[in-house]
């Protein structure tokens, strides 16, 4: 498998103010990474896919110009929520996709999640 | 995408086979059939994938019945940090997962 790391694990904000999500695949490279949020009692839903050194893609409904993704490296996908407001508290999740050279059995492996929480 | 129906939840006793169905009528032919796990506030783990053949790994068992219209998931002896959400998804590719709404697992002491 893929060992991904997310920092921080949690973080508590001002309305108003921005926060910054790392994502890092710790041992490989990462040309594809996701980002999923995730609300109380819900299913985790899809955000945007990210690719290194290209534009994210967005999901249908959700604000680019908010959750800015910036996938720089082969390791590393950020995503700054902008402007932060209570309904943005959630449970952040990014993903990264190890490709095995068949894409059919490529597989998709999760960090452990951010938690942020907006005052 | 194929949809997959998974019940609500489920409850099993700690030590026995926990057996999770998953039907997926509408699978293609070039689909696999993907399981992932997620323990609460956690992310989700991967588990076992397969395309037609009945699959085993360390974590557990895949089934896939012959028409390939629905499979089970076996965790062969349950233990109580096997309680989460079991999630069944069918997809061509692994590229973009699109989560439904799984089964809870409860491992019963």
């Known amino acids: 498998g893929a060992v991904v790391s997310q920092h921080p694990s949690w973080v508590i904000c001002k309305s108003g103010t921005s926060v910054k999500i790392e994502c890092r695949s710790l041992d490989f490279q990462a040309t594809t990474m996701f980002w999923y949020r995730q609300f109380p009692k819900q299913s985790l839903m899809l955000m945007a896919t990210?690719?290194?050194?290209?534009?994210?893609?967005?999901e249908q409904g959700v604000e680019k110009d908010k959750f800015l993704i910036n996938h720089a490296s082969l390791t590393l996908s950020t995503l700054t929520v902008t402007s932060a407001h209570p309904e943005d508290s959630s449970f952040y999740i990014c993903s990264v996709l190890l490709a095995q050279g068949n894409t059919s059995t490529d597989t998709q492996y999760f960090g452990p999640g951010t938690r942020l929480t907006v005052l | 995408d194929a949809k997959t129906t998974q019940p609500t939840s489920m409850d099993c006793a700690e030590g026995r086979a926990a057996n999770l169905p998953c039907n997926h009528s509408t699978i293609s032919g070039n689909e696999y059939v993907y399981w992932y796990r997620q323990i609460h506030s956690q992310g989700p783990q991967y588990i076992i994938h397969?395309?037609?053949n009945n699959e085993t790994n360390e974590m557990a068992s895949l089934i896939i019945t012959e028409d390939r219209k629905s499979s089970t998931l076996i965790l062969p002896h349950a233990t109580l940090r096997d309680t989460a959400v079991y999630y069944c998804?069918?997809?061509?590719?692994?590229?973009?997962?699109?989560f439904g709404k799984g089964t809870r697992l409860h491992i019963l002491p």
């Open positions: 998804i069918v997809r061509p590719r692994i590229i973009k997962i699109i």
């Open positions: 397969g395309l037609k």
């Open positions: 990210s690719n290194e050194g290209s534009k994210a893609t967005y």
